[in-house]
């Protein structure tokens, strides 16, 4: 069996980039999956609106309020699977409140403006323009935000991007290499220079294997090959849940799945 | 709709920077319905477009796209409202 190693190259709460070694580019790909439709958040489901009367209909202001970002209270809230309910229970489900009403001037809604019974969960964005009101309108809903699944509807996904590609591995042959530095000119993430007279490159992980620098080398001291035995992981946060939070979920959904799977096959 | 409008009412609808944008990008699901007046203020101030989506972190064309392209229309609808409404005051 391969060595199974893994490296954390950039982290923050919004983003993180990690390189496993020899787990290949196909089997990372479902932890990606993963990542995009199994890993819960919460987000807002149902709307009930007592009172419209601004210019956006009623099914319109649903599908922006169930696209704004909550804060998802880690193991605080159980998904539809996870037990039987009849739709809306404690267990499951958050209400929020929203009411807002213009009076001599225009107003701008934000979704600052919605209030929660649980503190927890909140808009993490509070200045998400919601509708605006004209002198006269009013606007009064109730709004149930509930776990959820990417898989269901897209409000309930995690992450906006999550990219898995091989490891880029860049060759320089430094006998033909001439220092002409068309490459360095050429690349379009400016990783290669030119230190102490030799081609070195700086960060590896930036190299989207374009081949430019490959095409301008009259010398053919450069080449550039994608290791797809390892494989970089890229994952890029909505914000309700962090990164590295998100990796590790999808992670334990794999896992979750696998033990569902290894029941099946025993007949339990 | 120029008599029943008031000018002044007009133009401030018109100059306005805050304006309904979609909530998340259309193609990679980012955030962008709290960067649209962030962006304006930074234009109007004279910082380059270029640069102020940078600053605001949409890093990807599509997200960059919805800014750049976002067409107002709920001023429109409103305008409609406000004569409306003046015309049930009238009444």
């Keep these: 069996m391969r060595k199974i190693s893994s490296k954390l190259i950039m982290k923050d709460e919004r983003q993180i980039t990690m390189l496993v070694k020899g787990v290949p580019v196909t089997i990372m790909n479902s932890v990606r999956r993963a990542a995009i439709s199994l ?40 998904t539809k699977e996870e037990h039987d309910c009849e739709g809306e229970c404690p267990e499951c489900t958050v209400y929020l409140y929203l009411k807002a009403e213009a009076m001599d001037d225009h107003v701008i809604v934000k979704s600052g403006d919605i209030t929660s019974d649980d503190p927890d969960v909140y808009p ?15 606007i009064e809903l109730t709004m149930s935000a509930r776990m959820g699944r990417g898989w269901e509807h897209a409000k309930w996904s995690p992450v906006t991007v999550a990219v898995v590609r091989g490891e880029p591995k860049v060759r320089i042959f430094h006998n033909k290499c001439d220092l002409c530095g068309e490459c360095v000119k050429v690349c ?36 550039v090959d994608i290791d797809e035995n390892n494989s970089l992981i890229y994952m890029e946060s909505v914000g309700s849940l962090k990164a590295e939070d998100i990796l590790v979920s999808a992670f334990d959904e794999i896992i979750r799945k696998m033990k569902e799977f290894t029941k099946a096959v025993k007949g339990e | 709709m120029e008599d029943q409008v008031p000018e002044e009412e007009n133009r401030r609808l018109i100059g ?53 392209s976002h067409v107002n229309i709920i001023d429109q609808f409103i305008l409609y409202e406000m004569v409306r409404l003046k015309d049930a005051q009238d009444i």
């Excluded at chain 2, 920077?17 to 960067?35: Q, S, Y």
């Design chain 1, 124 to 138: 993490i964005y509070s200045d998400i323009e919601i509708v605006r009101l004209a002198p006269g309108q009013k």
């Design chain 2, 16 to 68: 306005d920077l805050n304006m309904m944008i979609p909530v998340r990008c259309f193609t990679c699901g980012n955030v962008i319905g709290d960067k649209y007046s962030k962006f304006m203020e930074a234009v109007n101030k004279g910082i380059d477009p270029k640069e102020a989506l940078d600053e605001l972190g949409l890093n990807r064309y599509c997200c960059r796209r919805m800014i750049l």
């Design chain 1, 39 to 78: 890993v819960p958040t919460i987000a807002i489901d149902k709307v009930y609106v007592f009172e419209n009367t601004s210019v956006m209909n009623d099914q319109m202001l649903a599908h922006r309020l169930g696209l704004i970002p909550l804060n998802t209270p880690k193991n605080k809230y159980k």
């Design chain 1, 188 to 223: 379009p993430k400016n990783i290669l220079k030119i230190r102490e007279d030799k081609l070195i490159v700086t960060d590896i992980y930036k190299c989207t294997t374009c081949m430019l620098c490959v095409d301008s080398c009259p010398k053919e001291a450069i080449k």
